[in-house]
């Protein structure tokens, strides 16, 4: 079977197709320029926004470097962002206590810059926001320390009974030392009264400048582990000589926290030492911490009396004690560390069943500034 050929178009009507044709063509080159100058506008207005932000706004590429930065991340992050590897500005964050949190800039006087990231819907890249929130975390320093202060405050004429009680002993000893016809050895023991009075009225004053300063003195890695074998360490010699069995252990690995060790290690020696106080011997108390989502949870348990509801609803309250011996302010500064590192301390507890203090630490969040480039 044979092709019928087309027919030739005579010249009108290739002039007529030609003419249709430039005409198209106009519209779609109208249509592209409309486009252009569309997209034009957008990006101006884009950009006039993203500079007028008091946030910081960094756009990243799929591999993770930077191809826009708005004059507030330049401000913190320095002049010349575009094509930068985010890893490489992010070395320069110092990780804290709170997840999604890092420090930026000088020691003396660092900014608190808040991190959080989200893909492009393409899926190439991802923009990372940066929110300044220095003042914010200060406000609320200033604030928790206000109510330390205020707690106080309400306490201080149970706190000058607190004080002229021990004093009031210690006169009264160190007076009797000076009777010519006191025994050397009852001498003795009137001089170690003394002291103890005093070590007691020394403690108390300690105690109430912890709780008054309240907050964290330095950040440094802590291994976790090595935490609770120094704890053990310490407190297990006290344990068995009061004929109670001290066991402990950790499921943390080479875990470590960004925290202050000296306040962490004084808020889990207060929730031990309350433990020891309160077991008989014959008892048990456990120490362990366990590693969570995000989080490091350390635990104090024991086989003591048990803390009736009543006094749970009482038990962090500054100078609130059930023995005479108790400053009332322990398990206070333990509760302000653990919440000076983002945590917290609750417990479990029924009388006559012992009692489970849980003492909760976040992880600083150390990757992050960096997930961007992954994503």
Request: proline fraction near 4%; glycine fraction near 8%; hydrophobic fraction near 45%.
């Amino acid at each position: 079977m044979n092709a019928t050929a087309a027919p030739p178009l005579d010249a009108a009507q290739l002039a007529e197709a030609f003419e249709q044709f430039n005409r198209v063509s106009a519209e779609l080159t109208g249509a592209y320029a409309g486009l252009q100058g569309e997209v034009a506008q957008l990006n101006e207005r884009l950009s006039v926004l993203m500079a007028a932000l008091p946030a910081g706004v960094v756009v990243l590429d799929r591999l993770g470097f930077v191809a826009q930065a708005n004059r507030a991340a330049q401000n913190w992050l320095g002049e010349g962002l575009d094509g930068e590897a985010w890893l490489e500005i992010s070395a320069r964050f110092t990780s804290t206590e709170t997840p999604g949190e890092v420090e930026l800039g000088d020691n003396d006087a660092p900014r608190r810059i808040a991190l959080s990231s989200t893909p492009l819907d393409s899926g190439e890249g991802s923009i990372i926001l940066m929110h300044d929130v220095t003042d914010t975390r200060r406000l609320q320093r200033d604030a928790e320390r206000n109510t330390r202060l205020a707690a106080m405050g309400e306490m201080v004429a149970g706190l000058a009974h607190q004080l002229r009680t021990p004093l009031s002993a210690a006169l009264l000893y160190t007076a009797s030392l000076g009777k010519p016809q006191l025994a050397d050895a009852d001498r003795s023991r009137v001089a170690e009264r003394a002291v103890e009075r005093l070590r007691h009225l020394e403690r108390l004053i300690r105690d109430m400048l912890l709780f008054a300063r309240g907050d964290c003195l330095g950040r440094e890695p802590v291994a976790v582990c090595a935490l609770i074998e120094e704890l053990a360490h310490t407190l297990e010699p006290i344990a068995r000589a009061r004929d109670i069995v001290f066991d402990h252990a950790c499921d943390c690995g080479a875990t470590e926290l960004v925290a202050d060790r000296k306040a962490l290690a004084g808020a889990l020696t207060n929730l031990l030492e309350n433990a020891l106080q309160f077991t008989p011997a014959g008892g048990r108390v456990h120490l362990a911490a366990a590693l969570g989502e995000r989080q490091v949870c350390f635990r104090v348990e024991d086989t003591g009396a048990g803390i009736t509801p009543a006094q749970q609803q009482r038990l962090f309250e500054p100078f609130f004690t059930t023995r005479g011996e108790g400053t009332g302010l322990g398990l206070a500064i333990a509760r302000g560390a653990a919440r000076a590192h983002g945590g917290d301390i609750d417990l479990n507890s029924r009388p006559g069943e012992g009692t489970c203090f849980r003492l909760v630490v976040p992880l600083a969040d150390d990757n992050a500034h960096c997930e961007a480039h992954h994503e």
